[in-house]
């Protein structure tokens, strides 16, 4: 049964308890802040337990590491990773004012301090994002869910990997039409794609952390990374300038 308490401003807090079947005795319980309210990012979307359910299961790979999150609203991933030792910031669109405050009401409601949250919209080249440390994961759950959107989110993608080449994108998406395919995109951007099957983290069941969200939606899990031979190009570039500059 799904457990729900009050939050601040009227909304419900809706709790999650992540558990480890091999070691009943390690369990991380989060509680996100909810409000009705017809935008996206007021309330936890079925992606975002599967994505959350990832992190938990990887908990071991997260602390100490660098995480983003993008187009977080409640930021149930974010808390997660946070919750497991991670160093994250969390984001939402610049002119997305009510997520924003949510981001920072869900780390209050879990106890989480000094967790920046950013206005960051997707494909826009700002300060913001060009100033930005590091960063090792990135995180977006269901962010691939308008087309208009999609390339946007890959391009500030891109711009963190100029930073960490090595950086990965660990992303939740619902199937919702056969058509939409962000494979051309991929390969203009030269990411690759590497799926993730859900049984290999526990999450190929219709109730996760004891909550029903997920449900029957059919969602997916994939790793963006920069396409290997794009490295490799990079690197021999990189090693040409490098002889070249020896030379009048």
């Known amino acids: ?34 409000v009705l309210d017809p935008q996206y990012g007021m309330y936890v979307w079925p992606c975002a337990v599967v994505l959350a359910q990832y992190l938990w299961f990887h908990r071991d790979q997260l602390r100490g590491r660098a995480v983003l999150e993008l187009g977080a609203g409640v930021s149930l991933p974010g808390v997660v990773a946070a919750r497991c030792g991670a160093k994250v910031i969390l984001s939402d669109g610049s002119n997305k004012a009510a997520c924003l405050e949510n981001c920072g009401q869900s780390c209050e409601a879990n106890g989480l301090q000094d967790v920046p949250v950013l206005g960051l919209s997707w494909g826009e080249v700002t300060p913001e994002l060009l100033l930005l440390p590091k960063q090792d994961l990135v995180l977006g759950s269901d962010v691939f869910y308008d087309p208009e959107d999609f390339e946007d989110v890959l391009l500030t993608f891109v711009c963190l990997l100029k930073k960490n080449p090595e950086a990965q994108f660990w992303t939740t998406y619902q199937v919702r039409s056969s058509d939409w395919s962000i494979e051309p995109l991929l390969h203009r951007w030269k990411l690759d794609c590497v799926s993730v099957q859900l049984a290999d983290f526990d999450a190929d069941q219709s109730d996760l952390a004891g909550s029903s969200l997920p449900g029957s939606h059919s969602i997916q899990m994939m790793i963006l990374i920069r396409r290997k031979e794009e490295e490799n190009l990079l690197q021999e570039n990189h090693r040409d300038s490098s002889i070249a500059s020896h030379f009048p």
């Open 1 to 34: 049964m799904e457990q729900r308490g009050a939050a601040r401003g009227g909304g419900a807090c809706r709790a999650f308890t992540f558990k480890d079947p091999k070691s009943p005795q390690e369990s991380l319980r989060v509680c996100i802040p909810e």
